[in-house]
């Protein structure tokens, strides 16, 4: 017995259980530790979600390609629209000196008929074309001057004309719908 007394003497004495003070981060709301609340972690995306969100990305893309093929489409047209009546606005002003000489060489006297009669019908057929283009002339003697469609070269006085008025075209001029392809010269009264 003295060997198991001296054992349980070597023995320190149990001390009584401190009371540890509860803390924000050892309470437990449910008084069960193994419930407290974890850290939250971001779960790994799964293949399905990652899948989906790959294809969502994509249709994203389409979908801008596709208006931006659409805005690009539509303003092509538009360009296009404006562009073949300015080309042809171009050729038109080019051709009305042609014209002007066609006019002038048909007031000039000329004995053979048979020749004046087929210049009539080339310079009619002419006109034409040019009418058939929507080409229209502008400028006319007695009507009021318009800066819009008249350029004055020179004024003369005349009581028998009203105040700015065209007292004689000089050089006819064309416009085509309502656009000016040449402005008519003119003489203005008073």
Known sequence: MSKDN????????????KEVPETEETSCPEGDPSQAPLPEETPEPSELEKAQAEIER??????????EYDNYRKRSTREREALYP??????????????????????APCTDEKFKEGMEMILRAFQDTLKGLGVEEIGEEGEPFDPLKHNAVMHVEDDSLGENV?????????RRGDRVLRFAMVTTAN
């Open 86 to 107: 300015e080309a042809e606005a171009g050729i038109l002003v080019k051709v009305l000196p042609v014209m002007d000489n066609f006019q002038r060489a048909m007031e």
């Open 166 to 174: 065209v007292a004689q075209v000089l050089q006819k001029g064309y």
């Open 6 to 17: 001296k054992q349980q003497n070597t023995q320190p004495p149990e001390e009584p259980a």
């Open 58 to 67: 994509l249709n994203d893309q389409l979908l801008r390609t596709l208006a």
